[in-house]
């Protein structure tokens, strides 16, 4: 499970070993949003921004955690 620009290579090793792998995007703006307005906010915000990628690991963990749970 990764974020960011390491989701690709999490998710090329996943197939060649026949893992399940998830990949999250985060948004910088909504569509046809100001990209400068938004990453300004990233940068000024920065606690919020670290919370937002631990809320989104979690909800993959509990995606992950719920699927082997049905099997």
Sequence with gaps: MATGGKRQILMVIGRLRG????????NVVLY?????EGVNSLVNNADL??????DSLLTAL???????MEK
């Design 62 to 68: 509990n995606i992950l955690s719920d699927a082997e």
């Design 19 to 26: 893992m399940e792998t998830l990949s999250i995007l985060n």
């Design 49 to 54: 921004v670290a919370k937002g990628e631990r």
């Design 32 to 36: 046809q949003g100001d990209l400068a």
